[in-house]
C-alpha cells in the first residue's frame, strides 16, 4: 500500500493542513493516496477571480520534499528552480493564491488571454470575471 | 609577452631570405652550405623556435594535474590576500569566472556587496539553537544538536536532510557550484567544506570533478581542448594574436571558435565555410550523384526516366547524349542506335573518359564554383590525415630502420620529423586557401590573380617537399647499407623543408593581411618584399594592421628603376620585359 511508508513530514504537514488551514485554502489527501491531494483555492477578494473556487490536483512525489510537488501546469518559480525543501505545501498554495491577485501575463499558459490582458487590461478582468462566475462558482 | 617580440626578431633572420622568389631558392645560403654541422644546428634552433612558437609563446597546454594546482593556487592567493578561508575564496573566484584581478577588483571596491552577492556571511543571520534536541526543517524529526548542521547562516537543518539536499543539487548538474542555505529566504552559499562532511561518498566525487571542470569551463581564458577523447585543456593569453594552438594531443585548432586551426582564414569565414558545407553537402551530394550539367549553359539535370536525348529546358534548348555529353546532331544509326552511345562505351573501355574532369571543366555556375573550392579543400583534407599517418609511422617504425641502415643517431634524423611536420601544416594552410579563395570577391582581379598565383606556387613547393619526403627517401629506407648520398639528401631536405616553411608563414601572413600588397603597387619587389614583410612582422604582430605597405622600402618602387606589371602589379627591374612573377609582357 502507498500509505505504509509515509515520511513523518508528509504526516505532519497533512495534519497542520487540516488543523489549521490558510485562509481560503483546503487541501486534504485522497483515502486511497496520502500522497494525492484534492486542494480548493478561493479566489482572492478584489481580484477578478473573487467568488470563484479553483480546484487542483497536487502530488507529492517519491523524492518529495527533495522535489517540489507536482501541481499541473503552473508557472511559478518554486516549483520549478527555485525549489527548496524547506518549503511546504502550504507555502506552495498560499503562492498559487497570490498569483490569482497578480497575475504575472509575461509567462502565461494561454498566450491569447495574456495577449488580450496586456493589450485591454479592463476588458480582460471583465472576461475574467464573467469566465469566474460561469466555471468556478460551482453552480 | 616580451618573448612574443623575441620570437618574432628570431624569425626576421629567415625572413630575409626572399619568398616571392619564383625559383623558391635551394641554392639558398644555408642549404648550399655543405657543412652538415652546421645546419644541424641550425635546424634544431628553427625546432625549437617553431615549438617555442606553437607552445609556450601565448597559451599553455594543462592536464588535469596542471589543471588542480593552478585552481589550488589561485584559491591560496585570495584566500591569502582577502583573508577568506579557502572554500570562500573558491566560492568568490567561480563567481566571478576564476578571475583573480576581477575578485580583487569587486572585493576592494565594496566587500560588503561582494559579500550579498555571493552568498559570504560574516555573522549567522540566527543563532544556531542551544537546545539539546531541535526539529529539523526539512523532514520535521526531532534530533541531537549535534546531529544538525548548518552553514554560515546558521539555520540547522539534520545531517541526513543535507545529504538529500547536496545530493538532489549534485545530481542536477554543475549548479551546485552555486548551492544556497535550504532555507528560502536566506542566500548564505553552501562550499565544498560541507560536501565533504555532509554529502554521499558518490555525490562528493561528482562535486569534486564540477569545481575542477568549472576552472575550465567558467574560465573566460581557458578552454577544453576539443579532439574527441582528449583531456587538456588550453589556456590562452587572450589579446595575444593568433588563435592557433596545438594542443598535447597533437590536435590543432582555434582557441577563439574550436574549430580546427584555420590561418590565414578569420573565424567568420571559417563558421560561413562550415555552415556553407554542411547545408550543401547533401544537395551537392545528390545533384553530383544524380545530375549532369548540361554540355551548353552548364545548369545541372537530372536524368529521370526514357531515352539518352536530353533537350534542355528553353532558353538553351541544347540537344545532347546524356552518356557523353556531347551533341545529339554527331549521334543516331552510326553511333550504334538512339538508345546506347559508341563513343561513351569505347572511351569508357579504355577508361579514358574521366567524368569529373570533365564536370570540372565544367565549373561555371555557382553550384559548380562551390564544388571546385570544396573539392580542393576536402582534398587537402585527407592529404594532411595521410601526411599525418605518414608521419606518425615515420615516428614510430621508419626512423629506426633507417637509423640502422645509414648508421646515422635518430637524433641526426631529426629533419625528416620536420620536414613531414611541415608537409602536414603546409596541408592544413593550402586547404584553408581554398575558403580564402571561395570567399574572395570575383572582382578583385588584381587580388584574385595574385592570391591564385601564391596558391599555385605553394601547391608546387609543397609538392616538391612532398615528393623528396616520400619518393626520395623511400631509396635510402630500400638501402642495404649507409648511402653517400645520404648526406646531401638531408641537404636538399632540410632545405627544402625550410624554404617551404618561409614561403607559407609570408602566405599566410599576406593573406592576414587581405592581400594589402596588391593596393600598394609593388610592394613585392625583390629586394623590398621580405624586408617590409618581415619589418612589418616584428611591429605589428600577425594579422593586424597592412603596414608593409607603409615604410620607405616601398614607397622608391616610384623611381624610374622599376615597372609595375599591369597585370599582377608585381615591380619588375626596368631591364625586364617580361613580368617575372606572371610571365606576362611588359
Known sequence: MANSNLPRRIIKETQRLLSEPAPGISASPSEENMRYFNVMVLGPSQSPYEGGVFKLELFLPEEYPMAPPKLGRICLDILKDKWSPALQIRTVLLSIQALLSAPNPDDPLSENVAKHWKSNEVEAVETAKEWTRLYATGA | ?586
Open chain 2, 1 to 586: 609577452m616580451d618573448s612574443e617580440d623575441d620570437m618574432h626578431d628570431a624569425n626576421d633572420v629567415e625572413s630575409l631570405e626572399d619568398f616571392y622568389s619564383g625559383d623558391t631558392a635551394i641554392d639558398s645560403d644555408d642549404a648550399a652550405d655543405g657543412d652538415y654541422e652546421f645546419i644541424d644546428n641550425d635546424s634544431e634552433d628553427e625546432y625549437d623556435d617553431f615549438t617555442s612558437h606553437r607552445n609556450q609563446q601565448n597559451y599553455t597546454i594543462l592536464s588535469e594535474a596542471d589543471i588542480r594546482q593552478w585552481q589550488e593556487n589561485d584559491i591560496l592567493k585570495i584566500s591569502t590576500v582577502l583573508s577568506i578561508s579557502k572554500v570562500e575564496a573558491g566560492i568568490l573566484l567561480r563567481h566571478y569566472n576564476w578571475s583573480v584581478s576581477k575578485v580583487h577588483d569587486e572585493w576592494f571596491a565594496d566587500e560588503e556587496k561582494v559579500r550579498n552577492t555571493v552568498g559570504l556571511l560574516e555573522r549567522p543571520v540566527i543563532e544556531f539553537p542551544n537546545a539539546r534536541e531541535m526539529t529539523c526543517g526539512i523532514c520535521f524529526e526531532d534530533f541531537p544538536s549535534a546531529m544538525m548542521s548548518a552553514v554560515a547562516c546558521g539555520h540547522p537543518f539534520c545531517n541526513s536532510c543535507w545529504a538529500g539536499y547536496l545530493g538532489t543539487s549534485i545530481n542536477d548538474g554543475p549548479g551546485c557550484l552555486t548551492l544556497r542555505c535550504p532555507d528560502p529566504s536566506c542566500a548564505a552559499a553552501v562550499g565544498q567544506d560541507m560536501i565533504n562532511t555532509l554529502a554521499r561518498e558518490e555525490d562528493r566525487e561528482k562535486y569534486a570533478r564540477y569545481f575542477l571542470r568549472s576552472y575550465i569551463e567558467d574560465n573566460r581564458k581557458a578552454k577544453w581542448c576539443p579532439a574527441p577523447g582528449c583531456d587538456y585543456a588550453v589556456d590562452f593569453v587572450v589579446g595575444s594574436g593568433n588563435y592557433d594552438v596545438t594542443c598535447r594531443c597533437s590536435h590543432g585548432f582555434c582557441w577563439s571558435c574550436t574549430e580546427e586551426a584555420h590561418r590565414p582564414v578569420d573565424c567568420g569565414t571559417v563558421c560561413k565555410w562550415i555552415m556553407k558545407n554542411s547545408a550543401e553537402s547533401e544537395n551537392m551530394n545528390w545533384i553530383l550523384a544524380n545530375s549532369k550539367p548540361c554540355p551548353k549553359c552548364k545548369r545541372p539535370i537530372e536524368k529521370n526516366q526514357g531515352c539518352m536525348h536530353i533537350t534542355c529546358t528553353p532558353p538553351c534548348k541544347f540537344e545532347f547524349c546524356w552518356l557523353c555529353l556531347g551533341a545529339w546532331s554527331d549521334h543516331g544509326e552510326r553511333t550504334g542506335g538512339f538508345y546506347a552511345c559508341n563513343r561513351y562505351e569505347t572511351a569508357k573501355q579504355e577508361g579514358v573518359y574521366d567524368e569529373s574532369e570533365k564536370r570540372r571543366e565544367m565549373a561555371k555556375n555557382s553550384l559548380e564554383r562551390y564544388t571546385h573550392y570544396y573539392e580542393r579543400w576536402a582534398s587537402n583534407q585527407s592529404s594532411r590525415q595521410k601526411a599525418l599517418q605518414d608521419l606518425q609511422l615515420m615516428q614510430s617504425v621508419h626512423l629506426e630502420k633507417l637509423s640502422d641502415i645509414q648508421c646515422q643517431p635518430e637524433s641526426q634524423l631529426k629533419f625528416i620529423i620536420e620536414a613531414w611536420s611541415q608537409i602536414v601544416e603546409c596541408r592544413r594552410v593550402l586547404k584553408w586557401t581554398y575558403a580564402y579563395g571561395y570567399y574572395l570577391p570575383e572582382h578583385e582581379h588584381a587580388k584574385r590573380r595574385f592570391f591564385e598565383y601564391m596558391q599555385g606556387e605553394a601547391e608546387a613547393g609543397l609538392e616538391r617537399l612532398h615528393q623528396c619526403a616520400e619518393k626520395e627517401l623511400q631509396v635510402y629506407l630500400n638501402a642495404e647499407g649507409p648511402s653517400k648520398e645520404f648526406n646531401e639528401f638531408r641537404t636538399k631536405l632540410a632545405g627544402l623543408t625550410s624554404v617551404t616553411r618561409n614561403y607559407f608563414e609570408n602566405l599566410v601572413r599576406a593573406l592576414e593581411n587581405g592581400l594589402a600588397d596588391v593596393d600598394s603597387h609593388g610592394a613585392c619587389s625583390r629586394t623590398t618584399s621580405s624586408k617590409s614583410l618581415g619589418g612589418s612582422r616584428s611591429k605589428s604582430g600577425r594579422g593586424r594592421g597592412t603596414s608593409s605597405k607603409s615604410g620607405s622600402s616601398s614607397r622608391n618602387i616610384d623611381d624610374s628603376s622599376h615597372w609595375s606589371c599591369e597585370h599582377c602589379t608585381f615591380a619588375n627591374v626596368r631591364s625586364a620585359t617580361i613580368c617575372q612573377m606572371c610571365h606576362n609582357r611588359r
